[in-house]
Antibody, heavy 124, light 104 residues
Framework: QLQLQESGPGLVKPSETLSLTCTVSGGSISSSSYYWGWIRQPPGKGLEWIGSIYYSGSTYYNPSLKSRVTISVDTSKNQFSLKLSSVTAADTAVYYC????????????????WGQGTMVTVSS | DIQLTQSPSFLSASVGDRVTITCRASQGISSYLAWYQQKPGKAPKLLIYAASTLQSGVPSRFSGSGSGTEFTLTISSLQPEDFATYYCQQPKGTFGPGTKVDIK
């Protein structure tokens, strides 16, 4: 069955760029039925959607993070990636990648398959 | 931007209780609301999407209803494995603040 796995550094210095990759296995990222997204969760807090991407490269971003976020896709590797620039301690969180269901014109109806999450700490 | 609120933020209940959680959207989102369950240290699990469609494999004691700006998640008979935090999510990505369901 389809699985998602996050990878990347667990520690990032303040003001630097956080980079994570999500590898999709057991299925193709190039499906017309899904978007692929990033969600994060600071310790002890709720879920925050960061952004999502279609296999064609079309993206949606959370307006509160849009100026610092870039999400890209590599269909040849069945991967998509997150870059978050100018990080601060407030960006310390568990970062999840997830698949989202499309229904009609809506691309983020629900996140049905999630990775296990990876903890990223921003600290010098 | 569409904002979501959930009530209550914390709920104490007993095994066998009927539990209802409400999610309100700041503007109408038709029937496009999803519900998730999250246990400590685990990724969220999709329970319901499109307000009332039960995700495959989710027990039938979970149900969802609503449209427009007000939605509810109901657990008909709370089981020990249902003690968790529940989140709603609107179709432009953002999540509600969560409702923690704890043991009375």
């Amino acid at each position: 069955q389809l699985q998602l796995q996050e990878s990347g550094p667990g520690l990032v210095k303040p003001s630097e760029t956080l980079s994570l990759t999500c590898t999709v296995s057991g299925g193709s990222i190039s499906s017309s039925s899904y978007y692929w997204g990033w969600i994060r969760q600071p310790p002890g807090k709720g879920l925050e959607w960061i952004g999502s991407i279609y296999y064609s490269g079309s993206t949606y971003y959370n307006p509160s993070l849009k100026s610092r976020v870039t999400i890209s896709v590599d269909t040849s590797k069945n991967q998509f990636s997150l870059k978050l620039s100018s990080v601060t301690a407030a960006d310390t969180a568990v970062y999840y990648c997830a698949r989202s269901i499309r229904l009609g014109e809506l691309s983020l109806v629900a996140f049905d398959i999630w990775g296990q999450g990876t903890m990223v700490t921003v600290s010098s | 931007d569409i904002q979501l609120t959930q009530s209550p933020s914390f709920l104490s209940a007993s095994v066998g209780d009927r539990v209802t959680i409400t999610c309100r959207a700041s503007q109408g989102i038709s029937s496009y609301l999803a519900w998730y369950q999250q246990k400590p240290g685990k990724a969220p699990k999709l329970l319901i999407y499109a307000a009332s469609t039960l995700q495959s494999g989710v027990p039938s004691r979970f149900s969802g209803s609503g449209s427009g700006t007000e939605f509810t998640l109901t657990i008909s008979s709370l089981q020990p494995e249902d003690f968790a935090t529940y989140y709603c999510q609107q179709p432009k990505g953002t999540f509600g603040p969560g409702t923690k369901v704890d043991i009375k």
